[in-house]
């Protein structure tokens, strides 16, 4: 009888290795965004200071690129041109702005029940955040409040500065049309106008009224400045009001 060939000894397939963690979408894109976004935030607070110190005109985006410690490559590669990056650092900080400006609005409506607003709300809801963030929002906000009042009032930036505020504002002045319906709209808007303006040199900080006062005002003291500030404003616009004769 034939013999049977012993069995082969199987052979253990080699261990698999094991399998690669799932690639979870987006992981590495969001490091690099986030990478990316780190940069662009430098980029805007370095030209918004040096917008704020020396104006559009005498900022470079080599100077830019400098204060980073980067080439200017980066700069250029992020935002372009140098009138990108000055309308970016007024659209950055003009969103918070407008969404404070539009939360207060929203109270003061709230309270009225579709009742027209007291001057005193419409003042201190458009005023008190940029004054507020002026003062205690730290370097980024105050290097910002100085680049508004530096070009707020120069015809070359009035069109990108009214982009991004005008939205807001005109929701505000048909407030105060509905309060002082007697107001002619003329008027209204040159008061609106000395507003802005107060609330814009307010926010310089220049020294002037230190000076002027032998240092018994600070303009860095906000709640006094303010307290101050909303009544005085608040009878400039009722001072407006055609009286019967």
């Known amino acids: 009888m034939a013999m049977k060939a012993p069995l082969r000894a199987l052979t253990p397939k080699p261990a698999r290795p094991p399998a690669a963690p799932a690639r979870q979408p987006g992981v590495t894109r969001a490091n690099t965004r986030r990478d990316g976004e780190g940069t662009r935030e ?59 400006r539009i939360l207060a609005l929203d109270a003061a409506r709230a309270r009225v029940q579709g009742g027209a607003l007291p001057v005193e709300d419409l003042v201190s809801g458009y005023v008190w955040p940029f004054v507020e963030r002026s003062v205690a929002g730290g370097k980024g906000w105050k290097n910002y409040s100085l680049f508004v009042a530096r070009h ?22 048909n407030e105060f049309e509905r309060t002082f319906p007697g107001m002619p709209q003329k008027d209204l808007y040159y008061a609106f106008s000395f507003m802005v303006g107060a609330m814009v040199a307010t926010v310089a900080e220049p020294g002037r009224v230190e000076h002027l006062s032998f240092g018994q005002i600070k303009a860095s003291d906000v709640d006094e400045v303010f307290k101050r500030m909303l009544p005085f404003l608040s009878a400039g616009f009722k001072s407006l009001v055609p009286q019967p004769s």
């Open 152 to 173: 707020a009032n120069s015809p070359e930036f009035s069109k990108v500065l009214s982009e991004h505020y005008d939205p807001v504002a005109r929701q505000y002045l």
């Open 42 to 100: 430098r980029i805007l607070d370095a030209a918004e200071e040096l917008f704020a110190a020396h104006g559009f005109h005498g900022t470079s985006m080599r100077d830019v690129a400098e204060v980073i410690g980067s080439g200017i490559a980066l700069v250029t590669y992020h935002f372009g041109t140098k009138d990108v990056l000055f309308s970016t650092v007024i659209k950055r900080r003009a969103a918070y702005m407008a969404h404070e």
